[in-house]
């Protein structure tokens, strides 16, 4: 298929990984941001391949991983009320909250509902009236956009019966949060490129000026992220900070202005917790005021449940790129995929999920 | 929900209240709106996220990249015969 066979030709990813090893002269540590792109480098096993000076450390681009416990809780009460059509996002369905799941709640007579697109959950509500339908937004700049447009859409058609749980989190204040903490050891990134799809690459600039590191979007075939880590140990052999888009098809500077638009006018910017790491500064977006009749945990008054995490599971640190999946005592023992005990076990975004399914059980 | 491979624009329908196409992804088809991608053309491969089109993929870049990709494999393979003969 267009676009996709290109960017998986194993000659290109073998030039690449010999070019890659003729530069590097020196241990290096990258983060990959998003839990797409782990996914992928561990499924074309691209961590095996590389050199050995070049350590992958996995970020918190996994939006079902870092939806903090209170969120889930929050979903799970509403979830389990009489009258309510809960809908999420598939890989939603299965995080633990401190009892229970969304998965759980169904199997006991919860109408929860897994959809594709926000825009389903509104066709949900205009096609039931006398039901409430809730929407679980979650994720990162790439489905800000979607879940605001289903808000600006049911105003429009003045539907009463759609509200939305907003958690969504912004990739630029976690990266400076990794950036700016004591024991970080990150020395450059491959930013997401579908979040820069949307964003555009000029946010990154005084992140990469202020920690002087090397900043590059990138895709998701393995030809993409072999490109994308070349070009950052290229600027890391030669000293020189900065973004360098090695996404061209996808990204442009200024991103999509329009999606940015409807994003500004439903959301606004707020502290948000994220799950295994706290809270980070002005790192989520929340709905706007005057959209308030949208806010599920309002119109369901559950604002006041603030559960505690658990302490076996070491997803935090593994979110921060300080350790990896196999330096958890529960990895493949207690937790595995079926029976999940943290959110990055969950989703197949989730760096211990990842580790776990293409069995890097070993390799620390 | 970060489905991170591009689908194909096969149809185009404007009659409801937003845009919708029909997104073929190598073989499994999925609608998805259009209103963050209004100059998507039939034929178009799109970036969709949760269920919208977020940027339209630019071919001439496409292009460009696998150019540049190509030459590094021609090269490194040009710096590999001697190696091999020898
Ligand atoms: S293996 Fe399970 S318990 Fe351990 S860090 Fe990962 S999700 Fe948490």
Redesign the interface.
Known sequence: MKYLAEFRDPELARALLDEIARTVTRPWTIMEICGGQTHAIMRHGLDQLLPDAITLVHGPGCPVCVTPLETIDRALVIAAQPGVIFTSFGDMLRVPGSRDDLFRIKSRGGDVRMVYSPLEALKLARENPDREVVFLAVGFETTAPGNAMAVRQAAAEGLTNFSEITSHVLVPPAMEAILSAPNNRVQGFLAAGHVCAVMGTTEYEPLAARHRVPIVPTGFEPVDILRGILQTVRMLESGEHGVVNAYGRAVRTEGNPAARAVVDEVYTVCDRKWRGIGTIPRSGLRLRDEFAAFDAERKFAVGGINPEEPAVCIAGEILQGLKKPPECPAFGTECTPLHPLGATMVSSEGACAAYHKYARKGLL | ??L???G?ILEIRTDG??PMAVIDY?GAR????L????EAQIGD?V?V????A??V???Q??Q???AE??R??A???AD?EPEAGS
């Open positions: 929900m970060c991170a491979i591009p194909k209240p937003l190598a999925n609608e998805a709106c209103a963050y991608t209004p491969y970036i996220h949760a269920g919208f977020l940027q993929l630019n071919e870049e496409a460009a990249s696998l990709l190509t590094l494999s090269l490194m393979e590999a």
